[in-house]
C-alpha cells in the first residue's frame, strides 16, 4: 500500500501557501496538542510512535525530547537541522520548496512539547530559494495567528526564525550548528554535555532534522499507537528516499520502511532500473558516509534474506556485509562505474570539509586523499591498499565528532567489497592513465 | 617573515568608505532582533552575506572591520568566520561566480565534463576570473540536488540537469545581461528578513 505522511497531499496545486495548505487539513494538529494535550503528553505519543532520527543516526525522537532540561530555569531551545549537504541527499530541500508548512506545523507541536518559545530553522546557505520561500511561509503563519504571542488562545508563545548557514559541510553536525548559529565557525563541541543539557547558548536545546519534524504533525493528530503499526519492527512510519545516480528515476519517494530494496531499484513507480539497461553494480544506500555495497550483498543479505529498506535490514551483517539506511541518500552505481575513482572523490569531499580540529581526521583524511589520487592516477603500489585500510582504522573512533568515521567507514567498505579493482589500478598503470572519465549527457532529460 | 604577515590579504586595509543604506540597516537591525539580547553575534554569518552581495561580490578588511563594529565584536571574530565558510570570497571574484559541483553524484553523471567544457568556454581554469571579470570559476561539494545531476549555480542560482547546450545558453544569456540587476526579491537582504 502506498502510505504518504510527509508528502500526503504534495501533487495539489498552490499547497505551499497557509490557505491551501488549512483547506487540505494542515495546522489541525496545533489545535489539538495546544488545547487538549499537556507538553508531556505529546512527548509520550511521539515516544509510543516509534519515530527515529531522520537526521542520519535514527535516534529515536521521543527519548531525545524526554532528555531536555527542565529544571535548569534557563530558556529551551529548538533547532530545525535543514543543512542538508551529506553527497546523495536532498530529501529535505524537495520538502521544503513543495511543502514548507509541514515543517512549521511540526515545529510547533514540537516545541510546545519541549517547552520552548524559540526555534530556530537553519539553512545551509546554497538554499537561498528555500530560505526566501521558509520565510514567506512564515510570515503567513505569524499572520494567522499561529505563530507568535498566546497560540489560538492556548496562552502558548512561539517565535520561529530562518537561520541561514554559508556552505560547510560539518555545519550538520548538530553541535557544529550550534556553533555556526551562534556566529561562529563551525567547530564541533565535545560530548558530554550533549545539546539537550547545554545547547545554544548554553541552554537546553534539540536539534531534529527537517523530515522528522515533519512528522509530528501527523502523530498528534493520528496517535503514537497508529504511525507505530505502518513500516516494520522498530523501523516505524515512512521514510523519503532521495535516489541518484546511474537510474532511470532520479528523485524523491516517501516510502514505507521494510519496502524490498530490489523493489524500490527496479519497479518503475521508484528509480526504475539502471540507466540505459545496463547492469547494477554496487548501491551506497544512505548517503557518502556509509559503507558501499555490491549487487548482490544490496539485493539480498549474506544469509540470503531479501534485503529491505529499513534501519535493521540494511544494517544486518554490520559492515562486514551490511551497510545503514543513514539520510536516505541512495546512490547507485552502473557496471562502469569506477569504484577507485568514486572512493577518491568522496574522499576529497571529507578532507575539503574537515574542520581540522582533531588530528587524525585533519591528517587522516588529507593522506587518505593523496593516497588515492595516486592509486586512481595509475601510480599506486600494491601496499598503498593496506596502507589506505589501515589509516582509515586509525581515524575511526578517534575524533570529536563522527566525520571522521564518516570519511573513515567509506574506504574501508570499498576495498572490503571491491579489492580487485584496486588491484587492477595498480597494476595496469597504462590502461588506467588512459581512461577518459565521465560522458557528458548531449540531450537534455525528457527529451 | 613579518613583511610577509602584513602582505597578507587579512591585513590589507584600504580605508575605503563602506556602509549600508539606511534601508539595508533597518533590515540588519530586524535580522539582530532575531537572537537574544546579548546575542548579536548570531547575525554575523546573515550580514556577511549581505555585505558581500552589496559591497561588489567579496568581503575585503575594510567591509569585514565595519561589520565588527556594527555587531560590537572584534574584527578577528569577523574574520575567522570569513575565512571558514565556501560561500565567503575574500579575493575579489567576477560579476557572475560559477560553481559546478564536483562531488561523487554529480561526477558520475557527467559534472567532470562540465567543468571542463567551461574550463575551454571561458579560457580559464577552475578558480580564475576572465579578463573581463565577468565570469569566476570554482568547484563546488554536494548542492544538495543530486537528482538533478550534473548540477551549478551561479551567484546561488542553481542550474540543473546540465549539459553542453544549457550551458551555452547561460552563459550567452549572462553575458548579454552584464549589466542586469537582480530583482529586489532575490537579494539576501530580502530572503533574510
Ligand atoms: C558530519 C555530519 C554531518 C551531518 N549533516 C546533517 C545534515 O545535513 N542534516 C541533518 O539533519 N543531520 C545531519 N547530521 C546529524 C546531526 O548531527 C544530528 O544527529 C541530527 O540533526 C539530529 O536530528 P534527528 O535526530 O532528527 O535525526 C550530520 C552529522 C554529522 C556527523
Ligand atoms: S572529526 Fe574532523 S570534522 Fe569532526 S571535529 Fe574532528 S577534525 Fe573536525
Ligand atoms: S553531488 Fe552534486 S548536488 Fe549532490
Redesign the interface.
Known amino acids: 500500500m502506498e502510505r504518504k505522511i510527509i508528502l500526503e497531499n504534495i501533487e495539489i496545486e498552490g499547497i505551499r501557501s497557509l490557505e491551501v495548505y488549512r483547506e487540505n487539513g494542515g495546522y489541525k494538529s496545533i489545535e489539538k496538542a495546544l488545547k487538549t494535550m499537556t507538553p508531556d503528553e505529546v512527548v509520550n505519543e511521539v515516544k509510543t510512535s516509534g519515530l527515529r532520527g531522520r537526521g542520519g543516526a535514527g535516534f529515536p525522537t521521543g527519548m531525545k525530547w524526554s532528555f531536555i532540561d527542565k529544571k535548569s530555569g534557563n530558556?529551551r531551545y529548538l533547532v530545525c537541522n535543514a543543512d542538508?549537504?551529506?553527497?546523495?541527499?536532498?530529501k529535505?530541500?524537495y520538502l521544503l520548496q513543495h511543502i514548507p508548512h509541514r515543517l512549521i506545523e511540526g515545529m510547533i507541536c514540537a516545541a510546545y512539547a519541549l517547552g520552548a518559545n524559540?526555534a530556530y530553522i537553519y539553512v545551509?546557505?546554497?538554499?537561498?530559494?528555500i530560505?526566501?520561500i521558509l520565510?514567506e511561509a512564515l510570515k503567513e503563519t505569524y499572520k494567522a495567528g499561529l505563530l507568535g504571542k498566546n497560540i489560538h488562545g492556548s496562552g502558548y508563545d512561539l517565535?520561529i526564525?530562518?537561520?541561514?548557514?554559508?556552505?560547510?559541510?560539518i555545519c550538520g553536525e548538530e553541535t557544529a550548528l550550534l556553533e555556526?548559529?551562534?556566529?561562529?565557525?563551525?567547530n564541533p563541541r565535545l560530548k558530554p554535555p550533549f545539546p539537550a543539557i547545554k545547547g545554544l547558548?548554553g541552554c537546553p536545546t534539540v536539534v531534529n532534522n527537517v523530515e522528522t519534524l515533519a512528522n509530528i504533525g501527523w502523530i498528534v493528530n493520528n496517535g503514537g499507537e497508529t504511525y507505530s503499526k505502518i513500516g516494520i519492527g522498530r523501523s516505524t512510519g515512512t521514510k523519503l528516499i532521495?535516489?541518484?545516480?546511474?537510474i532511470n528515476n532520479?528523485?524523491?519517494y516517501e516510502i514505507e520502511l521494510g519496502l524490498p530494496v530490489e523493489e524500490f531499484i527496479y519497479s518503475d513507480k521508484y528509480c526504475g532500473g539502471v540507466k540505459g539497461g545496463k547492469e547494477l553494480k554496487a548501491v551506497i544506500p544512505g548517503g557518502?558516509s556509509v559503507p558501499i555495497l555490491p549487487k548482490n550483498l544490496m539485493l539480498k543479505t549474506a544469509e540470503g534474506q531479501p534485503r529491505l529498506m529499513s534501519y535493521e535490514s540494511l544494517s544486518e551483517g554490520g559492515f562486514i556485509t551490511g551497510s545503514m539506511l543513514g539520510s536516505g541518500?541512495f546512490?547507485v552505481?552502473d557496471e562502469d562505474?569506477c569504484i577507485v575513482?568514486?572512493t577518491y572523490?568522496?574522499s576529497r569531499?571529507y578532507h575539503?570539509?574537515s574542520c581540522g580540529q582533531c588530528s587524525p581526521c585533519r591528517e587522516g583524511t588529507s593522506w587518505m586523499e593523496s593516497v588515492l589520487y595516486r592509486i586512481e592516477n595509475g601510480e599506486g603500489k600494491m601496499k598503498d591498499i593496506d596502507l589506505l585500510v589501515s589509516i582509515a582504522s586509525k581515524i575511526e573512533g578517534n575524533t570529536i565528532c563522527p566525520l571522521g568515521d564518516a570519511a573513515a567507514w567509506p574506504v574501508g567498505a570499498a576495498i572490503r567489497h571491491f579489492r580487485s579493482e584496486f588491484e587492477f589500478h595498480i597494476q595496469n598503470p597504462e590502461i588506467v592513465k588512459n581512461i577518459k572519465?565521465?560522458?557528458?549527457?548531449?540531450?537534455?532529460?525528457g527529451e | 617573515m613579518s613583511e610577509k604577515l602584513f602582505k597578507h590579504k587579512l591585513y590589507v586595509k584600504k580605508n575605503s568608505d563602506v556602509s549600508f543604506t539606511p534601508e539595508t540597516l533597518e533590515k540588519i537591525q530586524t535580522i539582530i532582533s532575531?537572537y537574544?539580547e546579548g546575542?548579536q553575534?548570531?547575525?554575523?554569518?546573515?550580514i556577511?552575506?549581505i555585505a558581500q552581495e552589496e559591497f561588489g561580490g567579496s568581503l575585503n578588511v575594510d567591509i569585514m572591520d565595519y561589520v565588527a563594529g556594527l555587531?560590537n565584536?572584534t574584527p578577528i571574530?569577523v574574520y575567522?568566520?570569513a575565512t571558514?565558510?565556501?560561500?565567503?570570497y575574500i579575493d575579489p571574484v567576477g560579476k557572475y561566480v560559477i560553481e559546478v559541483c564536483?562531488?561523487?553524484?554529480c561526477?558520475?553523471?557527467?559534472?567532470?565534463?562540465?567543468m571542463h567544457?567551461l574550463e575551454e568556454k571561458l579560457q580559464i581554469k577552475v578558480g580564475e576570473t576572465t579578463e573581463d571579470k565577468l565570469f569566476s570559476l570554482k568547484g563546488?561539494?554536494?548542492?544538495?540536488?543530486?537528482?538533478?545531476?550534473p548540477v551549478m549555480?551561479v551567484n546561488?542560482?542553481?542550474h540543473e540537469?546540465l549539459?553542453?547546450?544549457?550551458i551555452d545558453e547561460i552563459i550567452a544569456k549572462l553575458r548579454s545581461e552584464s549589466e542586469f540587476k537582480k530583482p529586489e526579491?532575490?537579494t539576501?537582504k530580502?530572503?533574510?528578513?
Open positions: 530558556p542538508e549537504s551529506e553527497p546523495g541527499t536532498f529535505d530541500r524559540t545551509r546557505g546554497e538554499f537561498k530559494t530560505i526566501g520565510n517565535d526564525y530562518v537561520h541561514t548557514g554559508a556552505g560547510a559541510y555556526s548559529l551562534e556566529g561562529k565557525r563551525g547558548y532521495s535516489a541518484c545516480g546511474n532520479p528523485g524523491v557518502s541518500g546512490i552505481y562505474a575513482r568514486n572523490n568522496f569531499f575539503h570539509e572519465h565521465g560522458k557528458l549527457p548531449l540531450t537534455p532529460k | 532575531h537574544p546575542r553575534k548570531s547575525a554575523l554569518i546573515p556577511l552575506h555587531l565584536i571574530e575567522e568566520v571558514f565558510y565556501s560561500q565567503f564536483q562531488t561523487g553524484p561526477a558520475i553523471c557527467g559534472g567532470e565534463d562540465i567544457y563546488v561539494e554536494c548542492l544538495g540536488a543530486c537528482g538533478s545531476a549555480q546561488t542560482e542553481f540537469f549539459d553542453i547546450k544549457k526579491e532575490l539576501w530580502e530572503r533574510l528578513s
